[in-house]
Every structure is written in structure tokens, then in C-alpha cells.
């Protein structure tokens, strides 16, 4: 046992710290914490277990929730790369949570300066912010307004979020090895959705124009009637449908009956209707193009 | 650490200043909470400097001065007693055993020359032991925890280390052990 120096509780604290958040090395903290004498002990040797220790959970708090952007990076700049990034965003922003992971909140704005400067590919800001929801939603408490999807009003699920990206972005981490960065989305952004579903599944999907609008009604407490319907241009029968798909899909909760189809004559189908997006997960879905997983 | 969590257990300098202040915030935090709280031993790889008393007493001050329970990890005893090189029956002696609420069962990886409390693999022979030991200096039956939360076995392999558990419990203490789990997973 090391019994030759007793340091106030915050000089320790004041030596140790800076090891064990990763920005002084274990000579330097030895030297200070054991000097001299104390520096060849076995205790100087294991102090080297925390800093490996509080490394590892650093990794940790972002290698699972950014795998996407992780892999990104470890295909165009290496392990390396990767490694000197994890060390740069916890110097900008050192861990504050007592939820591991929560701790990567502000890698996607961290990424969007490191963009600018040209030390990441320009994509990796949008990567890490579509990682970062996908992993709000798989681990967004439960919300009471959730635990009944078939009772009550229509509404949207508590996990429903739309993001909008500039870049192909479901289609680059379905396969990300197969190109080298995603496709620029030129003009108009991809809209995903991400939510969690019926079966308490994290989903994100590209959202339809039109999936978009029922959502936007819902959430304006506006009828999915006749007069909507003639409003944006489509049938009711594929207003409806198209609730029905987020409600089934889980996008949507409340009775179903709130989509029963009207008794009024529903006009013919117009002429270009457009396609819906997203189905139930357990739904085979058709090739009219929907986008999956 | 500095307002800062780094996730992990840290040492402290077995130190009087260092039992001062934990004891002043395990006493502000059961008077906030209003319920007591129970410490437990943590495993430590290096003494921090500035050390003025061994584990144990630091550990037996800090819980008469916080007046607290004491969560006793006997696999950490013994992965203490191991990289330290103190005898784990002696630290036990000197447990205030009336302050104990709970026990906990380990495995354990040995990297290099140090044993690092993992959580993985079966508890060895001798933290069982261990646990036989502490089950007869307590007297009595003390509920205990059985952990392991990396590289998971199937659920059979963990109730075995449940009922070898109890097997020990029923034998220092008698037959006052609550049946063993039932249900179609073994």
C-alpha cells in the first residue's frame, strides 16, 4: 500500500480527473499521484485499469447508438480516424449523463462543425443524426398515451418524429458497403419517419407526401373526410387507406373506427393517385415501390 | 468525478478525510430520500495515494459513521483479497455483520496478474466458499444476488448457480430457504 503523501480529497480528485476523462496520460498521472518513489508500484501500474476502463465506456457510449456512422467512418478514414473522433467529441463535450448513451447527444452537431472544417465526410452529421433517432425511438420510455393504440381518439404515437435528410440515407445503411457515401438528394430532402411500432420494434421508413399530410391532420385535429380528400386531391378511399396503413403500422393509435369508411359516395379514384409508403411491418407489402428495410 | 460521470467504480484514498465526506453524503442522501441506503463493497484495482487505514476499517468506520446497510459482494472480497494479497475470512471477521442486507455472487476474469470483476462465467469454488463462510458468521439467512451480465449463459446454467446458492443457504442456515424457481425453462 502507497502510504507516503496524503493530498487533500480535491487535489486527488483534481490529479486523477483529467486520466480518467482521457486528456492526461498515466506517466504524467502517476508522477503526480505517487511521485518518485511510488511511481514502480504495482498500484502506479494498475492505475492504468481506470483509464483503459473510463476509455472503453466513452466507445461505448457511442460505437452502438452511431453504428452507421461508426462503420462510415472506419470505411473512408479508418479505425484510427474513428478512434481520434470519439476522443475529440468528449473533449468538446465530456460526459454529463448518468445514461451511458444519452451521452452522444451532441455528436451530431459536434459532426456538422467537423463537416465544415473537412475533417469528415459532408454526410456524416445528417448519418449521426438519423442514428441518434433511431435510437430515441427504440429507447423512448413508455408513454401512458400509448398503451391502448386502439382506444381513444386518433392521434400519433409518442416515438413518431420526421426528420429531413439531404442524402439518400435508407438507401446508403440498407447496404452502406455498397457505395461510398450516400446519394445527394438533389431539390427536395428525404423525409423519414421513425417511430416504433406495434410490436415495439424501432422502424424508420421514407414517409409519402400523402402519409405526411394525414399525419400533419391528425396532429391539426383535422377530419380525414370528403372535403380533405378534395382538398389535397385525392380519393377518400385512399385517404382512409392510407390512415389505415399508419395505424396499422403503428405511426397512428385510436379506434378504427374513426377511419370506417365514409357512408357518403366516395368519388372515383383520381387519375395519378399517389402511392403510400409505409406498411405494417407483419404486411407483405406490394412493388409499387414502397421503401422497407 | 469533477461533476463529470465516468461510468465506472473509482477508488477512493482509504483516507479520514475521504470517510468523512462519503459519510456526510451517504447521511445527505438517505435524508433526502428518506429511506436507508446500502453500500456496497466495490472491487479496486490500485490504492489510491494518501491511504491511512486498510479496506476493512475504512469500510467498518464509513458504515457506523454514514449508518448505512452494507451490500456485501463476496466475490468482490475475494477479487480484493487476490490482487491485494489480505485474507478474505479475516475481512469478513471484520464486517459489522448485523449491517448486512444483501450478498452478492460473482464470476470473475483474471487479465495479466489482476482479477477483474467482470460478471462473467460460473462463481469458482472458493467465492462459494466464501459464501458459506459469511453465511455462518452471520447467523442467518441473508438474501443474495447472484450477477452476471456479460457473455450470458442459458438460463439454466445461472439457476444452477441458484440452486448450488440455496443448497449452501439450507445447509449453515437450515431449511427456512424459499422454494427454488419453477416454470418450463430448465
Not at chain 1, 173 to 181: L, Q
Not at chain 1, 191 to 206: T, Y
Not at chain 1, 281 to 292: D, T
Not at chain 2, 128 to 149: F, M, N, Q, S
Request: charged share 20%; proline share 7%.
Amino acid at each position: 500500500m502507497t502510504r507516503q503523501r496524503q493530498p487533500p480529497l480535491q487535489t486527488f480528485f483534481a490529479q486523477i480527473g483529467p486520466f480518467l476523462l482521457g486528456t492526461q496520460d498515466h506517466a504524467q498521472t502517476v508522477q503526480a499521484l505517487y511521485g518518485s518513489q511510488g511511481k514502480t508500484s504495482i498500484d502506479a501500474q494498475r492505475l492504468e485499469i481506470y483509464g483503459r476502463f473510463c476509455q472503453t465506456h466513452r466507445f461505448e457510449a457511442v460505437d452502438s447508438v452511431f453504428s452507421a456512422c461508426r462503420q462510415a467512418v472506419l470505411q473512408h478514414q479508418g479505425d484510427a480516424a474513428w478512434a481520434a473522433l470519439v476522443h475529440r467529441y468528449f473533449l468538446a463535450h465530456p460526459m454529463h449523463h448518468f445514461e451511458l448513451n444519452q451521452n452522444g447527444e451532441h455528436l451530431p452537431t459536434f459532426l456538422a462543425a467537423e463537416a465544415e472544417a473537412g475533417l469528415v465526410p459532408a454526410f456524416l452529421p445528417a448519418l449521426a443524426d438519423f442514428d441518434w433517432w433511431e435510437w430515441q425511438v427504440q429507447s423512448a420510455p413508455d408513454d401512458p398515451a400509448d398503451a391502448q393504440p386502439d382506444e381513444g381518439p386518433l392521434r400519433l404515437g409518442s416515438t413518431v418524429d420526421v426528420r429531413p435528410y439531404a442524402w439518400d440515407l435508407l438507401g446508403y445503411v440498407k447496404d452502406p458497403g455498397a457505395t461510398a457515401a450516400p446519394a445527394a438528394k438533389d431539390g427536395e430532402p428525404q423525409l423519414i419517419v421513425f417511430w416504433r411500432d406495434r410490436s415495439l420494434d424501432g422502424r424508420r421508413e421514407q414517409a409519402h407526401p400523402l402519409e405526411l399530410l394525414v399525419i400533419k391532420a391528425v396532429i391539426e385535429g383535422v377530419a380525414l373526410n370528403q372535403d380533405l380528400a378534395k382538398r389535397i386531391g385525392v380519393s377518400t378511399k385512399l385517404l382512409k387507406e392510407t390512415a389505415q396503413d399508419l395505424l396499422a403500422a403503428g405511426i397512428l393509435l385510436g379506434q378504427p373506427a374513426h377511419l370506417a369508411p365514409s357512408k357518403r359516395k366516395t368519388t372515383s379514384k383520381t387519375k395519378s393517385e399517389p402511392k403510400r409508403a409505409i406498411a405494417p411491418a407483419n404486411r407483405k407489402r406490394s412493388s409499387s415501390g414502397l421503401v422497407s428495410d | 468525478m469533477q461533476g463529470q460521470p465516468v461510468h465506472d467504480l473509482l477508488p477512493l484514498p482509504f483516507s479520514q478525510q475521504a470517510l468523512e465526506h462519503t459519510a456526510a453524503r451517504i447521511r445527505q442522501v438517505q435524508q433526502q430520500v428518506g429511506r436507508p441506503l446500502v453500500l456496497e463493497n466495490a472491487t479496486f484495482y490500485a490504492h489510491m495515494p494518501g491511504a491511512q487505514m486498510d479496506e476493512a476499517t475504512f469500510l467498518g468506520q464509513l458504515l457506523e459513521a454514514g449508518d448505512c446497510g452494507l451490500l456485501l459482494d463476496v466475490n468482490n472480497v475475494y477479487v480484493n483479497s487476490q490482487n491485494h494479497g489480505f485474507d478474505a475470512q479475516q475481512f469478513i471477521d471484520r464486517m459489522p455483520m448485523h449491517r448486512v442486507r444483501q450478498l452478492h455472487l460473482a464470476g470473475h476474469t483474471l487479465q495479466g496478474d489482476t482479477i477483474i470483476d467482470t460478471h462473467i462465467g460460473p462463481i469458482i469454488d472458493p467465492v462459494w466458499e466464501l459464501y458459506r463462510y459469511t453465511l455462518k458468521r452471520a447467523g442467518r439467512l441473508i438474501p443474495t444476488l447472484i450477477e452476471w451480465d456479460q457473455e450470458i449463459p442459458p438460463l439454466a446454467e445461472v439457476l444452477d448457480e441458484v440452486d448450488r446458492a440455496r443448497a449452501i443457504a439450507v445447509q449453515v442456515c437450515g431449511p427456512q430457504v424459499p422454494e427454488p424457481l419453477s416454470g418450463g425453462a430448465r
